[in-house]
Structures are given as structure tokens and as C-alpha cells.
């Protein structure tokens, strides 16, 4: 239960403190600011507490955002402020400051107002919601009290709040073909008293059955499997306007709602690679390359995003690249164009629905390929040109961050280490000449071949050598995207030169139990917890490390005996990897970790 402390004169027929109980708050009456303090002082410590003008005339939404958003230490709307437990200290600092010496003043008039404007005066984070055409205002007298209710009625805050719910950026298959009937189905939801995990729960076990569905390898699994594939993205879409819609945001609902994505989509490829098998066709090769792709596109999403996160709006968009962006994006048809274009995920889970109903895995893997391949290159050209034009210079924080995010092992950090960093040429070529030379020598060179492991020794030392510098350059964010290409295309290409049965599938699993610990990284960064400890790095032997032990196994082992390997370091990392993540994520979840939700649509 949370509490509501009303100050100021009470106003005979307001709404207001039906309008807090309603919201789940236990609601107080304060005679003067001593009263005020007193009854804040006996409130329990793990409670989230609120001070709320008696005058306030507003919209029970706009109560709703401003009270019990539960991403924000503090919070407030004008005639209002609440505090969860971890801010409450400089509440009652920032109420005593504003009091008076004595913690007495003759009236209480605009008391919430003062105390929020006292707590950011004391450095104090207080998020201040967007109303848009909500209302929330304290009237100051019966005139200006009766203009604020016309406005209140003028507004409809249930269209507003269904309309929210809505993330303000999507992609074009989303916001016309699913969110117009999507933000009904979590009003629906949230009515019944359903949580937005369990509607990411239910999208997730949506998505696997389409995938046991495409795994049947008939016409009708592969129709039944697009049409719960779309049905399965509709969920996605709705658990987090539920989230939105009733503010139900956490920490292990921010991860859930992030992993599952992933999940779904890399077990639907498998599911096609086995539809395909029973039909005697091998698509593996395809879907792992997909998989491949798809991950390494999502870290440069990452990697940029992270180096530029500490941009300020003086350094943001110096360069002429972002110039352009901006006045394309002042032409509405170019905005949906460029939206389509990167293939994200509303549109790119209809194409991959649509083409498993209507032809073969072979073809649908082949086009997505093709298609995720395409808008690879168009982002990455993009994000190059306003990095090499861009005039900013790189946060330790982001340097840091970009270091965690290429996940060395202990091998690689021994040449860092020892690298002498006066001669070293820029960190992204270090990195792509060691991945390139890696990844040829494994398609030039025959199955088993030492050149392989050769050329896997080069790899690792040029790893450690490329993080010598932090990773402050323009260009230094490529260098975990470079990374994770060589890591998986190794994997990927030495199971298909093995050309054995179980190869292929081996190799998928590695690489998504690999795949898993690198999103599992990102989220962490982007909730502010922290990269996964070192040891944890260490123990699955780092990105360069994996590489080397696949290939060496690849040279000492038949291929029979190679894909028990593949197959047993899948399993030892998975299980390494998960259950450090799923205590890390509960532990975090029950200390309150910030919640951070994608609000744009991830590629």
C-alpha cells in the first residue's frame, strides 16, 4: 500500500481522494507542515509515499504518471510529488527545507510544488511525465478552479491513456496492422488483472508452438506456423502497452520482454530448419547464417548506441549525415520508408509469417537473408558516415562500456596487457584483420587443417591488441560487432566444413547460448548494473577463447567426434550463462535495478 498526504485547504466535492484510493494509495489529511512531516515520518520506509495539494484539479491519468510510475526514484505533476523508499530521505530534507527553520508555517498553500522544485535544488533526479493535453493544476480560486474542471471534461483521459500506450516510435506493419486493435486486447488485459509478463510468457510459448508447428515439415505446420508466428508478435506488441497502459514496468519484465524477442525468433529458424529436414531439404547452414546475421546486426545497434549515449545536444547532430536524417525525417513518406527499410521486427516477423505459410524454409531463410543482409549494410553505412563526420569526443563511460561489450577472455587481456601501444594501428582494423583472417583461413583451408589454428593464434592476440586504447576513436564501436562476426562464422563455417550429420544443428546451439550471454550483457549496460562480472567471462573463456577451442577441436577431433564437441560446449556454456543471468536478473528485480524499456523498435 502507498500513501497519500494531502496538504492545503480541502475543497468541499473534489474527486481527489477517491480519485488516490483508486490508485492504490492509503490517503492522509495534514493540518500544517509539522502535521505534514509527522505523518510522513510514520509512513513505513519500504512505501512509497505522496504529497498532494487538497486543490488539485487534473485527470486521474495524469495522477497515474505522476504517482506510481515505478521507474523513477521521484516524481511529480504540478500539485504533486511522491517518492519511493530510496528517495524518501531527501523528501523529508527537501519538506523541512521548505517549512521553514521551525518546521512550521502558517498555510500549505503550493507545499508539493516547493518541495519538488527543493528536491531538484538538492540534486535530486525528479522526473517530470509529459501530459500532453492532460490536466493537472491547482486552482487558485473558484473562477480559475471552474475553468481547469471544463478542461478536465474537454479531455478524455481513457483515449489518451489507450493512445500511450502506443510507443511513440514503431515500424509501419506495427503501428497500422497491429497496435490500432493491439492496445485494446492490454486494456483487456489489464482489466482482468493480467501482468504484462505474463502476456510476454504467453507470446513466447505462442512463438514456440509455431516453431513445433513449422518443425512438422507439412503445408498445413507451415501455415499454422505464420499465422501463431503473427499472433505471437501481437502479444509482443501487447505486454508492453499493458506495461504502458497500467505503468506495471520492472526490471525482470524489461529483461523478459528483451530475451524473449530473441528467443522466439532464433527458435522459429530452427523450427524451419527441421520442417525443411523432414522434407529432405538441409536449410541449417541458412538458418544459423540468419541467426549469425541477426545478432551481429542487433550489436551494431548496440555498439553505436552505447558510444553515443553520453552525447549531449550540442555534439549530437554535428554531422552532416544526421543533418540529412533530420530533414528526410521532416517528409513523412521518407520516414516509414527508412523505417521499412532497416526490415525491423514488426515487419521483418510478417515477411518471415507470410512466406513460411505460402512456400519452403529454404526460400523464406534465403529472402531473410537477403533482406536483414540489405539493411545491414544501409545502417551501417549510415552510422560510419556520422561517426567519421561527427565532432564529439568519447565518455570513459562509453569506452568502458564498448570494452565490455567486446567480451575478451583472459588469453586476449594477456596481450593486452603486454601489447606496446605505440606502434598499434586503429582498434576496429585490428579487430577485422584478425576476423577476416580467421574466418578465410576456415573457408580456404581443408577440414582439420592446422592453417585454421594458425590463424585462430593471430586472432587472439590481435584481439587483445586492438583493446590496448580505450575505445574512444569514431570508429572504435565496430570493434564488437567485428568480433561477434568472427566468433560465430567460425563456428558456423568449420560445422559445415565437418559435413556431418549434427554438425550443423550443434553449432546452432553454441552460438545461441553464446548469443544469449552477449544480450545478456547489453541489458545489464543498458539498465546501468554493469557489464557480468569478469569471472563469469573468464569461466566460458571469452570471445576469443570459445574461437580458438572450436578450432582447435575441429583440428584434433573426426567430425563425428566434433560435433559431441560442439554439442557439449553448448550445453556447459548455456548452462553457465543462464543460471548466473537468472539469479543476477531476480536479485537485481527484487532490489529495485531501473527498469529500461525499448521505446523505439528494435531491428
Known amino acids: 500500500m502507498s500513501t497519500a498526504i494531502l496538504t492545503g485547504q480541502p475543497v468541499p466535492g473534489s474527486p481527489l481522494e477517491g480519485d488516490l484510493r483508486s490508485l492504490g494509495f492509503d490517503v492522509r489529511v495534514a493540518s500544517d507542515a509539522a502535521d505534514a512531516e509527522a505523518l510522513l515520518a510514520a509512513v513505513p520506509g519500504d512505501q512509497r509515499v505522496a504529497l498532494v495539494d487538497a486543490r488539485f484539479v487534473g485527470h486521474v491519468h495524469a495522477l497515474r504518471l505522476g504517482l506510481t510510475d515505478p521507474r523513477f526514484a521521484a516524481c511529480t505533476v504540478p500539485g504533486a510529488v511522491t517518492a519511493k523508499p530510496e528517495a524518501r530521505q531527501e523528501l523529508t530534507r527537501a519538506l523541512r527545507a521548505t517549512a521553514g527553520a521551525t518546521g512550521r508555517v502558517v498555510t500549505l498553500d503550493a507545499l508539493p510544488d516547493d518541495i519538488a522544485a527543493a528536491m531538484e535544488f538538492g540534486a535530486a533526479d525528479v522526473h517530470r511525465p509529459d501530459l500532453g493535453t492532460l490536466v493537472a493544476t491547482v486552482p487558485s480560486d473558484p473562477q480559475t478552479r471552474n475553468e481547469a474542471r471544463q478542461a478536465v471534461a474537454a479531455v478524455d483521459d481513457e483515449a489518451v491513456r489507450l493512445r500511450t500506450a502506443v510507443k511513440s516510435r514503431d515500424g509501419f506493419f506495427t503501428t497500422y496492422c497491429i497496435s490500432p486493435y493491439s492496445r485494446y486486447i492490454a486494456r483487456w488485459c489489464a482489466r482482468r488483472g493480467l501482468t504484462p509478463n505474463q502476456v510476454t510468457t504467453a507470446s513466447l510459448l505462442t512463438a514456440l508452438i509455431a516453431a513445433g508447428c513449422a518443425a512438422t515439415g507439412t503445408r498445413g505446420g507451415f501455415v499454422a506456423a505464420g499465422v501463431l508466428l503473427l499472433l505471437s508478435f501481437v502479444l509482443d506488441c501487447t505486454d508492453g502497452q499493458l506495461a504502458r497502459y497500467s505503468l506495471q514496468y520492472s526490471t525482470l519484465g524489461a529483461w523478459l520482454d528483451a530475451t524473449f524477442d530473441r528467443a522466439k525468433e532464433y527458435a522459429y529458424y530452427a523450427g524451419l530448419a527441421l520442417g525443411a529436414a523432414r522434407g529432405g531439404d538441409d536449410v541449417w547452414a541458412l538458418a544459423l547464417g540468419a541467426m549469425v546475421l541477426q545478432t551481429c546486426r542487433h550489436v551494431v545497434d548496440f555498439s553505436f548506441n552505447e558510444a553515443n549515449s553520453d552525447s549531449t545536444a550540442a555534439t549530437a547532430n554535428t554531422s552532416p549525415t544526421a543533418a540529412l536524417s533530420d530533414k528526410l525525417d521532416s517528409v513523412g513518406w521518407t520516414v516509414w520508408a527508412r523505417r ?44 560510419v558516415l556520422r561517426s567519421l563526420t561527427r565532432k564529439a569526443t568519447r565518455t570513459d563511460r562509453a569506452a568502458r562500456a564498448l570494452g565490455d561489450l567486446a567480451d575478451n577472455g583472459w588469453l586476449a587481456s594477456a596481450f593486452t596487457a603486454l601489447g606496446p601501444r605505440s606502434w598499434l594501428r586503429p582498434a576496429p582494423v585490428l579487430a577485422f584483420v584478425g576476423g577476416a583472417v580467421l574466418v578465410a583461413t576456415a573457408l580456404t583451408a581443408p577440414y582439420g587443417s592446422p592453417a585454421v589454428l594458425v590463424g585462430a593464434a593471430l586472432y587472439v592476440a590481435l584481439s587483445g591488441l586492438a583493446l590496448t586504447r580505450p575505445l574512444k576513436a569514431p570508429l572504435d564501436w565496430l570493434v564488437p560487432p567485428f568480433f561477434r562476426a568472427a566468433e560465430y562464422g567460425t563456428v558456423l563455417v568449420l560445422a559445415a566444413k565437418a559435413d556431418v550429420n549434427g554438425a550443423l544443428p550443434a553449432a546452432f546451439g553454441l552460438v545461441a547460448a553464446v548469443a544469449y550471454h552477449h544480450y545478456d550483457t547489453v541489458y545489464r549496460i543498458k539498465g546501468g548494473t554493469g557489464a557480468p562480472p569478469r569471472r563469469l567471462v573468464r569461466a566460458i573463456g571469452g570471445q576469443e577463447g570459445r574461437a580458438l577451442v572450436v578450432v582447435l577441436a575441429a583440428t584434433v577431433l573426426p567430425a563425428a567426434d566434433f560435433t559431441v564437441a560442439l554439442t557439449a560446449l553448448a550445453v556447459a556454456v548455456a548452462l553457465v550463462v543462464l543460471v548466473e543471468s537468472i539469479r543476477f536478473w531476480v536479485v537485481a528485480s527484487k532490489h529495485g535495478a531501473p527498469a529500461v524499456h525499448d521505446e523505439g523498435e528494435p531491428a
Open 340 to 383: 521499412m527499410i532497416v526490415l525491423p521486427i514488426g515487419e521483418r516477423w510478417a515477411m518471415i509469417a507470410v512466406l513460411t505459410a505460402v512456400t519452403t524454409p529454404r526460400i523464406t531463410l534465403v529472402v531473410l537473408l537477403v533482406g536483414c543482409g540489405l539493411a545491414a549494410c544501409y545502417t551501417t553505412a549510415g552510422r
